[in-house]
């Protein structure tokens, strides 16, 4: 008899105990990889390949080509250029291309020192003479833009024989070669206001063949830059009250499966205490 009762109590707990496993959940591994980046393009470093003939610079190898001049020279010519171009969408496209820009500060050889180290990397690589990338041959170098040490040298001999226009409290005397200034807005308003200086002829020339507004137009002003848009807020209660409901349903059940299992687990345990009273 009392043989028979243990075997029914140990089928009890086993089924209890299987029960309460089965709420524990599935247990979840670690997340599967979904695949090695994709490797750059030969064309970046062989230009050359038969498969450059068709294939497009990414826009951020571009980009970053340009931010890590310019973030150390921001005075050069190209990257006066870069932040007309950020700045008014409307610009000639031509003229505002990445690789045009990239183009701008890699072709002064006068800036080569502070360009060089970037340049020599990007542009000077996968736009070389023998290059196949299409866009190499067609988005070239802003037209009749001088090096940032000719703008500087302009700049400063018209200044030191002029000391009293307005555009040359803009830049301070150079150092190593270089204003530290917008040099490019120095030299337009030199210009524009006096056109028969004798330094001017090179800006008279660029503005003529391409009269870029930013460059070439007193008046040019670059549009503002959009209003972000206002916060609405939201009413979050719904969120807060859903949320709440939810939490407290889902701790309900789970209290109520806790419940469950102690209730049954002293089930068997009464049933052994009565087939010890045997």
């Not at 068709?54 to 340009?66: D, E, F, Q, V």
Request: net charge neutral; proline share 9%.
């Amino acid at each position: 008899m009392r043989t028979s009762l243990f075997l029914a109590v140990a089928s009890v707990l086993a089924a209890s105990v299987s029960a309460h496993a089965g709420h524990d959940g599935p247990t979840t591994g670690a997340p599967v990889p979904t695949g090695a980046p994709v490797p750059p393009s030969v064309c970046l470093t062989t230009p050359t390949d038969a498969s450059c003939a068709t294939y497009n610079l990414p826009n951020a190898t571009l980009t970053t080509a340009i931010s890590d001049i310019c973030k150390t020279s921001s005075f050069l010519p190209g990257c006066s250029l870069n932040t007309a171009c950020t700045a008014d969408a409307s610009l000639p496209a031509a003229l505002c291309a990445p690789l045009s820009i990239l183009s701008t500060l890699c072709s002064a050889p006068d800036d080569v020192a502070l360009t060089s180290a970037v340049c020599s990397k990007t542009y000077n690589v996968f736009c070389s003479a023998t290059s196949l990338i299409a866009a190499c041959k067609t988005q070239k170098a802003f037209p009749g833009l001088p090096s940032g040490k000719a703008v500087t040298g302009t700049v400063y001999s018209i200044c030191q024989s002029m000391p009293s226009m307005t555009d040359c409290k803009i830049c301070p005397a150079p150092e190593g070669g270089y204003s530290k200034c917008d040099e490019v807005a120095a030299w337009k308003g030199l210009c524009i206001d006096m056109p028969d200086m004798t330094e001017c002829p090179p800006y008279n020339a660029m503005c003529k063949a391409t009269p870029f507004a930013p460059f070439c137009d007193r008046a040019y002003k670059a549009p503002g830059a959009p209003a972000g848009p206002t916060p609405t807020g939201g009413d979050h209660s719904g969120h807060g009250s859903g949320h709440g409901s939810g939490h407290g349903s889902g701790n309900k059940t789970a209290a109520a499966v806790a419940v469950s299992g102690s209730y049954g687990l002293a089930s068997a345990m009464a049933v052994v205490a009565v087939a010890l009273a045997f």
